[in-house]
């Protein structure tokens, strides 16, 4: 039996108990200033957004760095650390991820038992009166992290991004997201403008001001958008009454200490359930599950077909039993955007062939305040209200 199957088992015949503890793959606060699935991986960055970002500081900081022996006096500790800072384009127009990259210089530290104390920010237009602060993330919020896994990786000093493997030696990457503690918000619009953002180090030290270009005059919107938690709902396709299809896509909570709790090694998780009928009219009802890599835009499953069930109850002994169910077809699914879904699919074991599937949401979505509208919807939207 393949993992698939046994996958998919275990979610059928756990009956009314959850077969595996996962999360939503949603943006876990509502202030989360980017748009959830903007941003993946390291690993899988680049693959998925190419050349679509935008460096807009690249400088030095002298900030302490924890080493194996330390001398009591901060200032003691402090060695020049090489800062890069870049916006990440989105799948959305006119919106980003901010991030921020440090590098140590190994001729000045001891590795490989250094670490690096992290500066805070505060964000604004004017710096002066209110900055809002801010908080590096070594997860973006969107990933669905819980506390637990959070906890994992060090959010006071740098966890290595890429190991010491050049060209990436002694780096740590983190998102530069909204503060978790205080009631004020760099919120989507703020955040995505001109802003400017202030670092102190550990000591408090001011270690400057960087001015940050508005995504709009410096990155394209991204073609890509990867499988993430808003694409989870209700979906039909349009014309194909009194069918439709269900889609969980989730964050699977690794037990804590093993290698996949991880950022890096952590899987997506999605369920689809399809309602339809057979070539004869009685009604048919397919499920599948896969795991994948987080950053990916696609993602295939087989399918099994479910039969033999009762109402409100248990699976009877004469349903799958000790023989696992065969595979009637498969799917492929990718997203097209937050709104509309291709899926492939292959049933000529069933006698309905192949095909192709555009699906799109009965509703529209929204989420942490952005609206899940394709660029030319929102176009053709706005142009509609222009004519009245």
Known sequence: MNRHTKLLLAMLLIGCSPAIQAEGYFTSRMYTPYPPGC???????????GDNIFKFWSGSMWLEVVQKVQSHDPLKNLS???????????????RSVIMVEFKLRPETVDLP???????????????????IPLELKPVPNSWGQTPAQQSLTKQTFGDYTNGFDDPHRFTWRYVLDTASVWEQHLMADLYNGEIQLQMHRSDGWAEGFVSVPATRDVLARNPALPLNGRLSGTWVEEGAADQGFLLTFANPVPPSGS??????????LVFLSWYTFDSEGRQLWLVGNARFPQGETEVS???????????????????FGSVPPASVGAVRLSALSCNVLELEYDLASLGL?????????????????????DYDARLASLSSAQDR
């Open 113 to 131: 038992y250094s670490r690096i104390v992290l500066p805070t920010f505060a964000g604004g237009i004017e710096l002066m009166y209110y900055p």
């Open 39 to 49: 941003v993946t991986l390291p690993s899988s960055q680049e693959a998925l957004y």
């Open 80 to 94: 020049q650390v090489d800062v890069d800072m870049y916006r990440v384009g989105c799948a959305e127009p006119g």
């Open 301 to 319: 499953m087989p399918l099994i077909q479910v039969t033999q069930g009762q109402f409100l109850g248990p699976r009877p002994d004469n349903g």
């Open 259 to 268: 290698e996949v709790s991880e950022p890096e090694s952590a899987e997506m």
């Open 353 to 373: 062939n192949k095909g192709t599937l555009k699906l799109q949401r009965p509703a529209e979505l929204e989420t942490a305040g952005y609206p899940c509208r």
